[in-house]
């Protein structure tokens, strides 16, 4: 029998945690500092707004680009939060998730041969979207003085002939690190002197703990030069319900949506309806989950401090991301250490780069009290490890 | 601050001080005087548990009775509320819009004590017209806590 198999997938490599991520899911006892979704419940007015459409009969298609009330609210609420402007009618598309508008993005914009520059840590679905379009992704490693900035040099020096795209993720999964406005405009000068694309994947922007978020679509010359990647998964703990939207130039949009209407048809309709609700009456539920996570990431900070490990001050999401190079192991090693000695999952840094060798990805979407239990056994395990170290 | 204080602890009186600074990024002494300049200026009223008699198997009746009254002049509504809440076995009274003017709520050993009260005490007021009690058959949601469910984390303990 012939090779039922795409190379070009095959090639791909598997992510290097596998390893931990089935040893971790055959602990059942566990407790986790490990999830990367909000520990919140969809607020109920837009759960319930799901379930009207579903009773009112709404489980038809919606047009490809998504129910044009969704897009009008998109447009309204980016105006409203973030100061850029978009027209509904052929500047957005709605998706599945935002992990689709990244993937949409790259398969729109890139040809054969070209770079994609990827600053890592970072989410781990960048690198195998840019393999699948047939570009060649190129890792910008972040560096833990710069708070895991990105900085107008380091991209400067990543930059060839062939670069034609910055995938910019910010607030970042797995650090926590945000960019503020002067390192984008720093950034900005770099990308329009150059003449590169940004796929700004802002998830996480209203997770921002220090002034509030700004896009790099907003500043001037990078209108026409961002697609912007946001969705509703984490500010409205809408992970399950899988929608986001990418919006940008309309040449590129247009392309996009091609895709998706082959490849997705639509997003989920009944999400859309959800999501109209959430723009239009989400304001104070998204203020309230910001403020506990914001209490939480003090706590946290603070318990680190405490513990004396090495940790840069994040600013968004819902991550920090620890230094743990002084026990002489490796992230993965010392991952693996305190789910067996501790049961306790947290994520290694290596899963999001090999540059996040040294550090962990510890998630604050958690009830205090799992937080405190959780950091009670980190103390331990930490002092254990201090202890062997001493001994030699 | 005072807010984020009062936010905090409406849900959870129980926190010690020192988390609660470290929450808030703020220092212990600071929230310490604050809560204590709170209680003085009569903000923060009590400190209460929130119980669920049901499941300590405890026989206890609560009830809400609906009070139509006729104010007195130059007295109000306040005077007769007084009267109201005076009664030790009356937890809340509240004035209210609408088709009635008070709102009592009551707890009582048993249906009898709570109809007793509304017969003896309540109803014969000078000023109270008419009474609607009724009794409550199952609490479901009370100061913001679910009580008949715990949910559960249900997320996988692993995602990118």
Request: glycine residues 6%.
């Amino acid at each position: 029998m012939r090779n039922p198999l795409s190379d070009a997938v095959v090639n791909i490599k598997p992510s290097g945690i596998r390893k931990f991520f089935d040893l971790v899911s055959e602990m059942e006892d566990a407790i986790s500092l490990g999830v990367g979704e909000p520990d919140f419940d969809t607020p109920w007015h837009i759960r319930d707004e799901g379930i009207y459409s579903l009773e009112k009969g709404r489980t038809f298609y919606t047009s490809n680009a998504g129910l044009k009330e969704l897009k009008v609210e998109i447009c309204k609420y980016l105006n409203r939060r973030y100061h850029v402007e978009y027209n509904f009618q052929n500047e957005v598309l709605v998706t599945v998730g935002g992990s689709e508008g990244i993937d949409m993005a790259m398969r729109a914009m890139l040809n054969p041969g070209d770079e994609v520059l990827i600053p890592q840590p970072s989410y781990v679905s960048y690198e195998p979207c840019a393999v699948l379009a047939g570009a060649k992704p190129v890792i910008i490693e972040l560096k833990a003085e710069n708070e895991f900035r990105l900085t107008a040099q380091e991209l400067r020096d990543a930059i060839t002939d062939k670069t034609k795209l910055l995938v910019l993720p910010f607030p970042n999964n797995p650090t926590g690190a945000i960019m503020e406005k002067a390192d984008l405009e720093a950034i900005a000068e770099v990308i329009i002197e150059k003449d590169i694309f940004v796929l700004s994947d802002e998830i996480y922007s209203e997770l921002s703990y220090n002034g509030e978020h700004v896009t790099i679509a907003s500043l001037p010359g990078m209108w026409e030069r961002t697609i912007l990647i946001n969705g509703f998964s984490k500010a409205y703990a809408m992970t399950g319900w899988r929608l986001g939207y990418a919006c940008g130039p309309k040449e590129i949009i247009a392309q996009m949506t091609k895709i998706h209407q082959f490849a997705i048809m639509c997003a989920p309709t009944t999400s859309q309806y959800a999501a109209v609700e959430a723009l239009r009456n989400g304001d104070e539920d998204v203020a309230r989950m910001r403020e506990a996570y914001n209490q939480r990431r003090r706590f946290l900070m603070h318990a680190f401090r405490e513990m004396g490990l090495e940790c840069f001050e994040p600013f968004g999401a819902f991550y920090v991301f620890p230094c743990i190079k002084e026990f002489g192991m490796t992230s993965e090693e010392f991952a693996e250490r305190f789910l067996k000695e501790e049961k306790v999952a947290v994520v290694p840094g290596t899963a999001f780069g090999d540059c996040g060798e040294g550090f962990l990805r510890i998630s604050y979407a958690y009830s205090l009290d799992n937080l405190k239990l959780a950091l009670e056994k980190m103390k331990r395990f930490v002092e254990r490890l201090r202890a062997e170290q001493k001994r030699g | 601050m005072r807010e984020k204080i009062l936010t905090y602890i409406e849900r959870n009186s129980r926190v010690n001080l020192k988390d609660l600074a470290i929450l808030l990024g703020t220092d212990e002494v600071m929230i310490a005087n604050e809560i204590a300049a709170m209680e003085k200026e009569g903000v923060i009223c009590g400190y209460h548990t929130l119980i669920d008699w049901d499941k300590t198997g405890s026989e206890k009746v609560t009830a809400l009775i609906e009070v139509k009254v006729t104010p007195q002049r130059g007295q109000g509504f306040d005077k007769i509320a007084e009267r109201i809440y005076n009664y030790p076995e009356v937890d809340c009274v509240y004035l209210i819009s609408g088709g009635f003017d008070f709102m009592v709520m009551i707890e009582g050993k048993t249906m009898r004590d709570v109809a007793q009260f509304v017969s003896d005490k309540l109803s014969p007021q000078e000023s109270v017209l008419s009474t609607a009690t009724h009794f409550i058959l199952k609490k479901y949601k009370d100061h913001g806590s679910v009580m008949v469910h715990q949910s559960k984390d249900e997320r996988m303990l692993i995602t990118p």
